[in-house]
T-cell receptor, first 113, second 114 residues
Framework: DQQVKQNSPSLSVQEGRISILNCDYT??????FLWYKKYPAEGPTFLIS?????DKNEDGRFTVFLNKSAKHLSLHIVPSQPGDSAVYFCAASARGGTYKYIFGTGTRLKVLA | DVKVTQSSRYLVKRTGEKVFLECVQD?????MFWYRQDPGLGLRLIYF???????EKGDIPEGYSVSREKKERFSLILESASTNQTSMYLC?????????????FGDGTRLSIL
């Protein structure tokens, strides 16, 4: 049972345009969410997070939106750059839990120059 | 900067061997994790530890065990390696203080079982 789902395995976007990566979750106890970026042959690196008390968090070109009623979050990258080409994972956790995260299956983003 | 170091980037072993994957973190983090990453399946948690000598099973613990004798070191053990354990293995750590915090990952060990 996949509690965190990324339904798009891949996405291609033109350089300079917006990239939107989506993530859905099923567990209503999740209240902290993160996005990671992973390049080949490297470990995932933390990108941005959001707590359930917010519906938006912004950091430079990256913005994460959270829609709790729809159990949906999205990552917006504006403008997209070729260096953003990577696999993006969303992850979720529940406060009061064991500090572990449930990861989605990932979306491979390709930004075309 | 947090540093999570995995002892090997690439490893080739034979079916039936006992395999040790080592992970060391330098930030005094309480929590440490082992994941495997497979195409189309994302990151799946094998085991985690929230303190020295403490461990809990993740989602796919079968065929694996772990050891945490010191706070900075977390070892993953494949008791009798099988070909379906060929995968990318990722170690991560995170602190307990300050509530939920991002996990910091090592660069992974690509393990091939022949």
């Amino acid at each position: 049972d996949q509690q965190v789902k990324q339904n798009s395995p891949s996405l291609s976007v033109q350089e300079g345009r917006i990239s939107i990566l989506n993530c859905d979750y099923t567990n209503s106890m999740f209240d902290y969410f993160l996005w990671y970026k992973k390049y080949p042959a490297e470990g995932p690196t933390f990108l941005i997070s959001i707590s359930s008390i917010k519906d938006k968090n912004e950091d430079g070109r990256f913005t994460v939106f959270l829609n709790k009623s729809a159990k949906h979050l999205s990552l917006h990258i504006v403008p997209s750059q070729p260096g953003d080409s990577a696999v993006y994972f969303c992850a979720a956790s529940a406060r009061g839990g064991t500090y572990k995260y449930i990861f989605g299956t990932g979306t491979r983003l390709k930004v075309l120059a | 900067d947090v540093k999570v170091t995995q002892s090997s980037r690439y490893l080739v072993k034979r079916t039936g061997e006992k395999v040790f994957l080592e992970c060391v973190q330098d930030m005094d983090h309480e929590n440490m994790f082992w994941y495997r990453q497979d195409p189309g399946l994302g990151l799946r948690l094998i085991y985690f530890s929230y303190d020295v000598k403490m461990k809990e099973k993740g989602d796919i613990p079968e065929g694996y065990s772990v050891s945490r004798e010191k706070k900075e070191r977390f070892s993953l053990i494949l008791e009798s390696a099988s070909t379906n354990q060929t995968s990318m293995y990722l170690c991560a750590s995170s602190p307990t203080t300050g509530g939920l915090q991002p996990q910091h990952f090592g660069d992974g060990t690509r393990l091939s079982i022949l």
